[in-house]
């Protein structure tokens, strides 16, 4: 039987979206933790951690986002666990994360002129020291901008985890749509939920981009 | 570790995988092309066009680039038919790799064409060029190879993100290994090969872009 797109159907969406909002959030906290030791292993002074911090995140951006999720969920069972959707999808998105987080924190980290990792070591800081109150607070204010624009990316990313069969809002659309069989009504609808929730992002991106990137020029 | 890895069943099925990513790299080529030059048409209107033109692409853009890949496909898959346009799964896959690359390529093209100093494209009117050759030698060229690495790349991930085409069965390298896995069920060996796939075919892209770099722009290494 054919169901009409009506109230229930649309709160059936809303209802999908704190899926897609969860695991953009865990992502993203787990992408930024891990990513933040890939950025300071692709910046470290010892080489085989600078390779291997730069391997991992060259095989995360030269493969497609869609593997990353299915071997994880596939490898799960290959190691003996049974793996739900969710967490797999948690882990891809988290990993997938990282590499980006990683390679973007770096380009910040190095943005931090030469001199003041100078200035710092020849004042006795070591790297952990150096890093803390020297490097990172100034290198945080370059990130802010390239962060908040991959928390989109994040959330579009998300939607992923409706191939390997978890609900979240993409996947919510493709049932409601195979009950109403109203595609172009229902998938506007996901669309317009997506854009509602990263438009004012990629704008507060640009705003503090515009901000940041004005006294220092 | 008790699993019992069987790489036999991929490569029993090599020339099925092979054809998959032949038809996602013409996938990604076409787009590519038709991408660039939707894009290129669009910084220009984005820069000098008239004000609705200009509204009209900023749109586009903004609604591209704030919604999933994912669900744009089955927008242009399953709801143009329902506007009268019935697509098969290559073509919206075509289609959907395109409007999609456009807008971000746009963004990167128009960043390109602000780099050029005003001065240039009054030099070259004041040569007596005429202003669509002004656009094409003094604006679009030096702005290309400006953002040449930037573009290169979004064309990588465009290719990456091909694989979710496969959500709607176009045949491509994805779908392919779907395909394989629902036959023999050795999910994991299909796909860290296609996965090995794709990280050759994206650094064989890169070296390809490297080289066309080098062929097109060649003009400009000794001068940075």
């Known amino acids: 039987m054919i169901r009409a797109f009506g109230y229930n159907e649309f709160l059936f969406l809303l209802s999908a979206v704190q899926w897609t909002l969860m695991l953009s959030v865990i992502a993203f906290v787990g992408g930024g933790i891990v990513g933040l030791f890939v950025a300071l292993g692709r910046t470290a002074d010892v080489k085989p ?3 291997l911090a730069n391997g991992y995140i060259q095989i995360f951006q030269g493969t497609p986002l869609l593997m990353q999720l299915f071997l994880v969920f596939f490898g799960a069972t290959v190691i003996g666990i049974d793996m739900s959707p969710w967490v797999a999808a948690a882990v891809g998105l988290t990993l997938n ?7 973007i924190w770096r380009g910040c980290i190095q943005s931090v002129p030469r001199g003041q990792w100078e200035a710092a070591s020849s004042l006795g800081l070591r790297y952990p020291g150096l890093m803390r109150y020297v490097i990172l607070p100034q290198a945080v204010k370059v990130a802010v901008p390239p962060t908040v624009g991959y928390l989109v990316q994040v959330i579009k990313g998300t939607s992923l985890a409706a191939i390997i069969g978890f609900v979240e809002l993409t996947r919510a659309g493709q049932i409601v749509n195979n009950a109403t069989f109203q595609p ?3 998938f506007s609808i996901v669309a317009a939920i997506y854009f509602a929730l990263c438009w004012p992002l990629s704008l507060l991106s640009q705003r503090l981009e ?4 004005a006294p220092s020029r | 570790m008790t699993y019992d890895f069987q790489f036999d069943a991929v490569f029993a099925s090599w020339d099925y995988l092979l054809d998959g990513a032949w038809l996602t790299v013409r996938l990604s080529f076409g787009a590519m092309a038709i991408g660039l030059a939707v894009a290129i048409v669009c910084a220009l209107g984005k820069t000098s066009g008239p004000k609705p033109v200009r509204w009209l692409i900023n749109a586009y853009i903004e609604v591209i680039r704030n919604t999933p890949f994912l669900v744009q496909i089955f927008l242009i898959f399953f709801g143009l038919p329902s506007i009268g346009l019935r697509l098969s799964p290559d073509v919206a896959a075509l289609i959907a790799m395109v409007v ?3 807008a971000y390529a746009t963004e990167i093209i128009r960043a390109g064409i602000e780099s050029i100093h005003k001065g240039q494209i009054e030099a070259g009117l004041a040569l007596g060029l005429r202003p669509l050759q002004v656009f094409r030698y003094v604006v679009l060229k030096p702005a290309l190879r ?3 690495p930037a573009l290169t790349s979004q064309f990588i991930l465009l290719m990456l993100s091909s694989s979710v085409v496969s959500a709607i069965s176009a045949d491509e390298l994805t779908s392919v290994a779907n395909n394989i896995q629902s036959q023999t069920f050795r999910s994991f060996e299909i796909y860290i090969v296609v996965t090995g796939i794709y990280l050759v075919l994206a650094l064989m892209f890169s070296a390809l872009f490297a080289g066309i770099y080098r062929l097109a722009f060649a003009y400009t290494v000794d001068r940075r």
């Open chain 2, 146 to 148: 400006t953002v040449y």
């Open chain 1, 184 to 186: 172009f009504l229902v």
């Open chain 1, 210 to 213: 515009a901000r940041y990137a």
């Open chain 1, 49 to 51: 951690v600078r390779w």
């Open chain 2, 100 to 102: 999609n690359v456009g």
């Open chain 1, 97 to 103: 994360t990282s590499a980006f987080l990683g390679e």
